[in-house]
């Protein structure tokens, strides 16, 4: 489980293949990491395979490549990285569980003096757990829905996320890692199972 808030964003140092799986190590100085730990790596929950001072090693299978843009990174790219949330933490954004739904595309961007905003284009059997000024995760990132339309959403970015994420350094059509409200799907599959049984 994790926050959204993203703790720094790591550079990755290599990208190999594996039998079965593709081999991301991460250019990571942390000293207490262990093996089988669980990282967001742009919001995708990964479990920690090698640890290589000063280099960090995720396993990521076909599935995971699937249904994220962790099959389009490679050395050189920044990701965005959160350690899981330990009892006891504060809860600055919201419950993130790291399960990806799937990619949303980046197709707005309005960057002004005041306002920085990204429009974006989730599937659209997605779009019903989207509601105004609920959360959503975008490359692991706790952000609050600004506006939402028939096929799309926008959230605004403040300059603490322009300056501690890739969000804004990202290119129009950029495939974000989409992660919809756990308690907003909650609800909406719940009522959607009452309703079948009434049927």
């Known amino acids: 489980m994790f926050t959204g808030i993203v703790e720094r964003t790591l550079r990755i140092a290599s990208v190999s293949d594996g039998t079965g799986f593709v081999r991301l190590n991460l250019a990571a100085d942390w000293q207490d990491v262990k093996h089988g730990e669980s990282i967001a790596v742009n919001g995708v929950c990964l479990t920690v395979a090698a640890i290589e001072p000063p280099l ?86 706790s952000l609050t829905v600004a506006a939402v339309t028939k096929d799309q959403f926008e959230v605004a970015l403040i300059p603490t996320t322009l300056n501690l994420t890739t969000l804004a350094s990202r290119p129009m059509g950029w495939p974000f890692n989409f992660e919809a409200d756990v308690l907003s799907k909650t609800i909406v599959s719940w009522l959607e199972r009452r309703e079948d049984v009434g049927r």
């Open 56 to 141: 960090l090693g995720f396993d990521v299978i076909p599935e995971t490549l699937r249904k994220t843009n962790l099959g389009l990174l490679k050395a050189g790219d920044m990701v965005n990285v959160e350690r899981s949330l330990r009892a006891g933490d504060r809860i600055d954004g919201h419950f993130v569980q790291g399960h990806v739904d799937a990619t949303a595309q980046l197709v707005e961007q309005h960057a002004g003096e005041k306002e920085w905003r990204l429009g974006v284009h989730p599937p659209s059997e997605l779009m019903k757990f989207v509601v105004p000024k609920g959360s959503v995760t975008l490359d692991g990132v």
